[in-house]
C-alpha cells in the first residue's frame, strides 16, 4: 500500500479550505488567513498526469513516482486486465476541490472528441460533496434542448446560464458527470472528484473573470460545441441510501466503481478476486488500513492506493469513519 504527496494547485477561484481539510480541521472550519494557505483550488491526490505525478509520502518507496511503481511491478498493482488496458499508465486522477468562487461554465470532451483536438482522452469524472456552505450550488447539465444555433448566440453571454440546471449542493450529496454534460461548481462547494486520467476542459463562460493579465479567461466555444451534448437533464443527483458499515454503490461504469463506506467498526474487505487496484479516500475521520503487508494510518483529507495482488484488507476506524472506495472492476 502506498500514500502520497499531494500537489497542491492554486487556482484564480480557490480557497483556504484544502490544507486545513487535511490538517484534521472540518473543510467548514476554515479561517486561516490567506497569508498562511494561498487560494488552494485542487489538491491531485493520486495522479499520473505529465508534470504532475504523484510521489510516494513514506516506506521503502518513497521519493518514487507512481509511474515509477507501475513500470516496476505494474501487473501487481493495476490489476491484470487493467495492466493489459492501461498499460505503465495509472488510468484515474483523484482530487480535492475547494470552490471559494463560482469555477467556469465547462464541458469535457469524450475521447474521440479529445483525440481530434490533440489530447490523448477525454474526460468523465464523479462528485462527492464534502461540504457545503448554506445557498451553495453547482451546475448540472441543460434545463432543455439547445440547437447549434442558440449556442452561438449564447456564447460568453450570461443568458447561457438561463438554460442550465442550477442545483442546490449538501453535505453527501453525489453527481456523476459524463463527456459531454455542461457543468460548474459553485461557490461555497467542497468535493472529492474521480476521474479518467485526463487534464482537458472546455469552457463555455467564465463569468468575465479576468486573470493575471488583466484580460478575461480565454473560452473554448468552437472546442466546446463539438464536445456539448445539446440535450436536456432530468437526473441530477446520484439516488443512494447511506448506510453505516455497508459499502454503498455511488457510480459503476466500466470507467470506474466508487462505493461510499461509513463505519464505526472494523470491516474486512476482502479484494482478492478483484483482480484490480483500490483507492481509499477518507473523506472524514481516522482509520488504521491493514493488509498482510502493511498497516497505514489514513487520516482526513488523504488518500491510500492497496495493490491488486492485496487480499483481505482491514479497515478499523478510531470512531465515526467515512471513505470513498474506488476501483475498476
Not at 44 to 61: A, K, Y
Not at 193 to 207: G, H, K
Not at 287 to 306: E, F
Request: proline letters at 5%; a negative charge.
Amino acid at each position: 500500500m502506498w500514500t502520497f504527496d499531494p500537489v497542491l494547485k492554486e487556482t484564480i477561484w480557490g480557497g483556504h479550505r484544502i490544507v486545513r481539510f487535511k490538517e484534521g480541521c472540518g473543510a467548514n472550519l476554515c479561517t486561516s488567513p490567506e497569508t498562511e494557505h494561498p487560494h488552494i483550488g485542487e489538491s491531485w491526490e493520486i495522479s499520473d498526469i505529465p508534470g504532475f505525478e504523484s510521489v510516494v509520502s513514506s516506506g521503502p518507496d518513497k521519493g518514487k513516482t507512481i509511474r515509477e511503481l507501475l513500470a516496476r511491478n505494474g501487473e501487481a498493482i493495476l490489476g491484470k486486465r487493467n495492466f493489459r488496458r492501461f498499460g505503465c499508465s495509472f488510468p484515474l486522477l483523484v482530487k480535492f476541490i475547494d470552490a471559494a468562487q463560482d469555477l467556469s461554465v465547462q464541458v469535457h470532451p469524450d475521447n474521440d472528441t479529445a483525440k481530434k483536438f490533440g489530447f490523448e482522452r477525454g474526460k468523465t469524472e464523479f462528485w462527492y460533496t464534502i461540504s457545503a456552505d448554506k445557498g451553495s450550488f453547482l451546475i448540472n447539465g441543460l434545463n432543455c434542448h439547445l440547437s447549434e444555433e442558440e449556442y452561438q448566440t449564447l456564447i460568453n453571454s450570461d443568458a447561457l446560464l438561463d438554460k442550465l440546471n442550477f442545483i442546490d449542493v449538501r453535505e453527501g450529496d453525489a453527481f456523476f458527470i459524463p463527456p459531454g454534460r455542461i457543468h460548474a461548481l459553485g461557490a461555497g462547494t467542497f468535493v472529492c472528484e474521480i476521474q479518467e486520467s485526463s487534464d482537458v476542459t472546455f469552457r463555455l463562460f467564465d463569468y468575465h473573470r479576468k486573470g493575471p493579465d488583466g484580460r478575461e479567461r480565454e473560452l473554448h466555444s468552437t472546442e466546446a460545441l463539438e464536445a456539448i451534448s445539446r440535450e436536456p437533464v432530468s437526473e441530477t443527483r446520484v439516488k443512494y441510501l447511506p448506510m453505516r458499515n455497508v459499502p454503498v454503490t455511488l457510480v459503476a461504469t466500466p470507467l470506474f466503481t466508487t462505493n461510499l463506506l461509513h463505519s464505526d467498526h472494523e470491516i474486512i474487505r476482502d479484494y482478492s478476486e478483484w483482480d484490480t487496484f483500490v483507492i481509499l479516500v477518507a473523506t472524514a475521520g481516522n482509520a488504521t488500513i491493514k493488509s498482510a503487508d502493511a498497516t497505514i494510518h489514513l487520516a482526513q483529507g488523504h488518500s491510500v492506493l492497496i495493490p491488486a495482488s492485496a487480499d483481505n484488507v482491514t479497515i478499523s476506524p478510531d470512531g465515526e469513519f467515512t471513505a470513498l472506495e474506488t476501483y475498476i472492476k
